[in-house]
């Protein structure tokens, strides 16, 4: 129970860093300990406005390649 709960705290504390631009999507998903991808999902069920620079997509393609 008290996992979720600190869980669902730091997921909106996140959402909040993301909302007011003081962090890019893959600085909250790292904070939050989750993948890009599930921070698309959780934005998308959130409404939130997705994006992405070119820098970040080149950055998660080269990690991805390696």
């Known amino acids: ?3 979720e709960w600190f869980k ?3 997921l909106r504390k996140v959402i909040e ?3 007011t631009g003081k962090k890019s999507m893959k600085q ?3 904070i939050a300990g989750i993948s890009l991808a599930e921070w ?3 934005a998308g ?3 939130l406005l997705v994006q992405i620079c ?3 997509i080149e950055e ?3 990690a991805l390649s390696d």
Do not use: Q
Request: avoid cysteine; charged fraction near 50%.
């Open 8 to 10: 669902e705290l730091r």
């Open 28 to 30: 909250v998903a790292r």
């Open 45 to 47: 069920e959130k409404g």
């Open 54 to 56: 070119p820098k970040e």
């Open 17 to 19: 860093l993301y909302i």
């Open 40 to 42: 698309f999902e959780i």
């Open 60 to 62: 998660e393609l080269k």
């Open 1 to 3: 129970m008290k996992k």
